[in-house]
């Protein structure tokens, strides 16, 4: 699911971004602050879009009363080996954005140095102009205290080449320019992997470099002086960027920067407005059709399971012939607190009663005043259906993001007898042998896998039919003259061969409980078998002594 979610939000934002341009485009903006405003709304939809769209939820059983149908899976088949498309995808991406940390931090770390090693000139509106021979082109970074860094020839330049240079570093330094950059940037590391996002932040670094002058051609009036300080520092030796802060000047955008400046754009506030409120409609649709498009996945929600009202709806067991009647009425007495303490087959096909007797036995009844009698309707369905839900247990989140890459079905696809072989194959491929069907609400389908259990828990009116051996327990001369009776209620283990291999007491008289304990411990039972191999029974055991009057 959560690599599911990543490309999901990750198609989101490229068709986001695609629409926004296209926007862009056909409202011809050429004023730089309306750009930047509509470009930062583009990246913040952008990562709020996993918070403001729709969720695609399935569904899960909210309680285990409706069994699973186990199926036998086939043995013999070969390991699964290699490593994983998406381990290696995670590993890649991991990668890249420790890659982008560490260059960060060594731009934090780098600028830190430029500042210790400049010398100082002075200070105008809060910020420190230093001179600095590491750096070929201005510089400005910091929030407290904000520096501005200026290249060693910047002393060679005209005076008003110098001003204007000066008049764009400090109206940065006014607008906390540089927050905006440090953030852009953390944006730009943890999504180094997609195109989308750098074309975004690229267009907001050439808005806002646009704006800033647009304001100081504005503030000194002097636009060729302007563009030829640009031109200045264009003709000198660049260097890498020094993220986190902006220089004066990338060369890729000298050329629309310089359009920029020598165009007149004039338009009516009347126009800027309403054409900037019909760009926020679009960037709105445009994250509704994303989400739409690609909706996201939520975990499983919890909805009741396969019964309605007295009908208990369940999957039919492997038979050789298709059941001619496939519902069975079963009369169950129920105690005041909905437990099942008994309960009694009415009609139905035979091969089927005992199944759907443990099933009813199993089932947990509304509380009521008083103990009463239920009649209940256990209907079973054809395994073929539609899947609503696939559910991996046991294992970690990336061997089941890997399963569910390699199964041969998926939710929403029907499910029959061939689908369940394949998904057995598959699954013992990576290890697990629990491969059954589970039935939930409406008559949709789960598919549960997960690795076998070494032993699993059986109510006592269940385990009580499998009893092949019993010893009829001795009652205690001592509790016979003392005039003892009650119940001795044990936790037994039963073994994969039905022999009883521990006891604990749960509760009972002290002269009631060894002679339990000895007869118990002779009991035999029926195995119990789980996907076609014996397993472990945990089950609790009543002996119940009464003296004869």
């Known amino acids: 699911m959560t690599w599911n979610n990543l490309l999901a939000w990750s198609l989101q934002i490229a068709l986001l971004v695609a629409v926004a341009e296209v926007a862009a485009r056909l409202l011809r903006w050429r004023v730089p602050a309306a750009r930047l405003l509509y470009w930062q709304a583009a990246l913040l939809a952008c990562l709020a879009l996993p918070l403001v769209g729709p969720w695609k939820h399935t569904s899960a059983t909210a309680s285990g009363s409706v069994s699973a149908v186990t199926i036998m899976q086939p043995a013999g088949l070969p390991a699964h080996h290699g490593i994983p498309l998406r381990e290696v995808i995670a590993v890649l991406l991991a990668a890249g954005i420790l890659v982008r940390g560490i260059w960060l931090t060594a731009g934090f770390r780098r600028l830190r140095q430029y500042r210790r090693q400049a010398r100082w000139l002075a200070s105008r509106e809060g910020a420190s102009l230093c001179l600095c021979e590491a750096v070929s082109s201005p510089v400005t970074f910091g929030f407290l205290r904000p520096v501005v860094l200026l290249p060693s020839h910047f002393s060679d330049l005209e005076l008003e080449v110098q001003e204007a240079i000066l008049c764009h570093e400090l109206l940065h330094v006014r607008r906390r320019d540089w927050l905006f950059t440090v953030g852009e940037e953390f944006v730009r590391t943890l999504f180094w992997f997609h195109p989308a996002i750098w074309w975004v932040l690229a267009e907001i670094g050439l808005a806002r470099e646009q704006e800033v002058d647009r304001q100081v051609v504005a503030s000194t009036q002097a636009r060729d002086q302007y563009v030829d ?49 019909a760009a926020m409609g679009v960037l709105v649709a445009a994250c509704w059709l994303a989400s739409f498009t690609f909706p996201l996945s939520a975990a499983p929600q919890a909805v009741a399971d396969g019964s309605d009202g007295n009908v208990i709806h369940v999957l039919a067991p492997p038979t050789r012939q298709p059941l001619q009647q496939n519902t069975v009425i ?47 309707s256990v209907v079973f369905e054809p395994e073929t259906g539609p ?18 890459a390699r199964l041969p079905v998926h939710e929403g696809d029907m499910l029959g007898p061939e689908q369940i072989v394949q998904v057995n194959q598959v699954a013992h491929e990576f290890g697990l042998g629990v491969v059954s069907v589970r039935l939930l609400a409406q008559s949709k389908r789960a598919l549960i896998i997960g690795a076998a259990p070494a032993s699993i828990r059986v109510g006592s009116n269940v385990q009580a039919v499998k009893i092949r051996v019993k010893t009829v327990p001795v009652y205690p001369v001592a509790a016979k003259q003392a005039g003892i009776e009650g119940v001795v209620k044990l936790q037994a283990l039963i073994g994969k061969d039905g022999t009883v291999d521990n006891l604990s007491v749960i509760s009972g008289h002290p002269l009631l409980v060894p002679s339990a304990l000895e007869a118990v411990r002779q009991w035999v039972y029926e195995p119990t078998m789980l996907n076609g191999e014996p397993v472990g029974v945990e089950t609790e055991i009543d002996v119940n002594y009464t003296l004869v009057k």
């Open 387 to 404: 899947l609503s839900l696939i559910s991996i247990t046991g294992v970690s989140d990336q061997v089941r993001a890997d399963l569910l």
């Open 330 to 376: 079963v009369a169950a007495r129920v105690d005041a607190g909905g437990n099942v303490i008994d309960a009694q087959v009415l009609a139905g096909p035979d091969e089927v009663r005992k199944l759907a007797l443990q099933h009813v036995l199993n089932s947990r009844r509304p509380t009521s005043a008083a103990e009463h009698t239920d009649q209940l």
């Open 229 to 277: 300080a640009l031109l200045a520092i264009a003709g000198r030796r660049f260097q890498p960027d020094l993220a986190p802060a902006s220089p004066f000047l990338r060369k890729r955008h000298l050329k629309q920067r310089v359009v920029s400046i020598l165009e007149e754009v004039r338009m009516s506030k009347t126009r800027l407005v309403s054409s900037f409120a």
